[in-house]
């Protein structure tokens, strides 16, 4: 086990490097430089080919990604072109608040999902199993910024019962209770959207569990039905969430880009927004390669968690 | 007359899109205590949802639509869930066809085997765990200590219809109900399983329903024998009778589709032509009118009765004891 983890982080590292040098490539495609976006009436060209020279941007593209990489190695992801503050503290402020948010909204989506999509299983076809996967189809369909806003307009704007925006109250206490008002309406709106996609998951993994030999051994034995469903079925369909759950880590880093932008949230979603528009080329490739990071390590972490719950997997 | 299961004009119905369709129809037959009762038949015939309705483990879909189960004085047709439960795994017990996939794969051997022990005998952890080893041991697992704490992926399908069989009995089942115990497995261990079987029926005096469609399988174990064909009892008898003097078509073909040692090479293999009828479609006459080198006009407007042909030997034919018995090879 643990040699197959030291083979694992070893190949992941010509993978992150593929990916970086794609990422370096698409972010230099894109139209416009940071320089560019400095242009004023007042800035003459020369200044901004001088600009230009200090930031590096005239070199060749592989001699800027080297740079890049040979600082990365030291753990030093640069200054920020638009901000000129250091990239990692930047993240480092905007982190938490995006975990907050993300780890929240996914605990409470799977908290929705599980239960709900085991139900509509066992109980196929019939009214509950049409409402959950009836849900389930809204939550995966509504545009993220349109359930954002309608809850707004409802809750902030109409009933003014929740704040529309931000993660403190400005001038306010900073207490817990108000962070939590701050949160309500962007949790839901993520909540949703994850347990929409999670009860089709849990639905269908349980559902091909549900037709297993071995459950008829367990009612065979005079075993009661739930025990046959919350033990016997569910310890199966275990594995298809921990797959659902794998690929939703990588979100709790790279945030929503949408909702926090609507929802004005200090979180990594909003910062990739800002740093796409000012072309801010350290920070989104800071930003690329903690997610490519991340999606690696979770990756990593389902396949060792199936040994864990399914004693037919082992890694040697 | 004591017998501990009486089954009595047993239907069962399913519930499909097509409207509830009837899978098994009229089947009565009785056990004594002791006694194995093979029930043999082609598949799609019944045997199996037969056996299910005795356990009532049809699933949500099916149901018993009449008749009823005499099971020592109780009608199982009409128990509650929760009054078969206590039955089930205690006083009866199922093995089934597939040893590869009806143990929980994430489960240990020991674990599952103490859900029942522990249910049903009211025993602590480690007197279960004792006791479950003790099982494993009688039904010939070696290292049985150690197999307890396996997962059923690292033994094989024979081993692993062992333990089913360790399990069904951990409880003294008054009947167990075993449906193609050994179709799955090859014939070796096959024929060990049924040695094995053979052995603690004679130790425990367990009634055994014996669901199969090897006719050598029933030849070994069986005391009494009923041949199924489309949902019905066509024939039953006892196992000396049945396979000395089949009265219905279908058995006679049956039986004359064993292959014998001393079959001349270069004869083909009788076989019966034609398949079972689908449930889905009414049969006005026999069942079997379609597939019956006897057939007649009266064959296939009227459904023939189950009559009798001799002390305990019933046949579901008009023509019953005057047919042509086994062809010589």
Known sequence: MFNYIIRRILIAIPILLGITIIDFLIVNMAPGNPVDMMVSPNVTGAALELKKAALGLNQPLYVQYWHWLVNILQLNFGYSMTTYQPVGDMLAQRIGPTMLLMGLSLIVGLLIAVPLGIVSATHQNSTLDYVATGGAFFGVSIPNFFLGLGLIYIFAVRLKVLPSSGMFTLGGNNGIADTAAHLVLPVIVLAVQIAGQDIRYVRSGMLEILGQDYLRTARAKGLKESVVINRHALRNALITIITVIGMQIPLLFGGAVITEQIFAWPGIGQLTIDSISGRDYPTLMAINLIAAVMVLAANLLTDIMYSVVDPRVKYN | ?329
């Open chain 2, 1 to 329: 007359m004591g017998y501990m299961l009486s089954v009595r004009n047993l239907q069962t119905a399913f519930h499909t899109d097509a409207g509830e369709i009837v899978s098994v129809e009229d089947v009565s037959f009785d056990l004594n205590p002791g006694e194995t009762l093979g029930i043999v038949g082609e598949s799609g015939c019944g045997k199996s949802v037969t056996s299910l309705s005795i356990i009532r483990l049809l699933g949500k879909s099916g149901r018993i639509s009449k008749g009823e189960i005499q099971f020592e004085n109780q009608d199982l047709a009409k128990m509650n869930e929760k009054e078969m439960r206590k039955i089930r795994g205690g006083r009866i017990s199922m093995i089934f066809q597939e040893p590869m996939t009806s143990l929980n794969p994430v489960f240990t051997i020991g674990y599952q085997m103490q859900e029942t022990i522990c249910l049903h005998l009211q025993m602590g952890k480690k007197e279960s765990r004792a006791y479950a080893i003790e099982m494993l041991k009688k039904v010939g697992i070696p290292r049985a200590e150690s197999v307890i704490d396996n997962y059923p992926h690292e033994l094989s399908g024979g081993m692993r219809q062992r333990v089913m069989i360790a399990m069904a009995l951990s409880c003294k089942p008054k009947l167990l109900i075993a449906d193609e115990p050994t179709t799955a497995l090859d014939v070796t261990i096959q024929a060990q399983i049924l040695e094995l079987m053979k052995k603690l029926r004679k130790e425990s005096g367990t009634s055994i329903m014996l669901i199969t469609h090897d006719l050598g399988v029933v030849a070994e174990m069986a005391d009494r024998i009923i041949v199924m064909y489309a949902g019905q009892v066509i024939e039953s008898a006892d196992v000396y009778t049945l396979f000395d003097h089949p009265a219905h078509p279908y058995t006679i073909g049956l039986m004359n589709s064993i292959p014998t040692v001393d079959l001349d090479d270069s004869k083909r293999l009788e076989s019966i032509t034609g398949t079972v009828p689908s449930m889905y479609q009414k049969i006005r006459g026999c069942r079997f009118c379609n597939r019956c080198k006897y057939v007649t006009e009266r064959c296939r407007n009227e459904a023939p009765p189950l009559t009798q042909q001799g002390e305990g030997h019933l046949a579901r034919c008009f023509f019953a004891g005057n047919l042509p018995q086994k062809k010589e090879a």
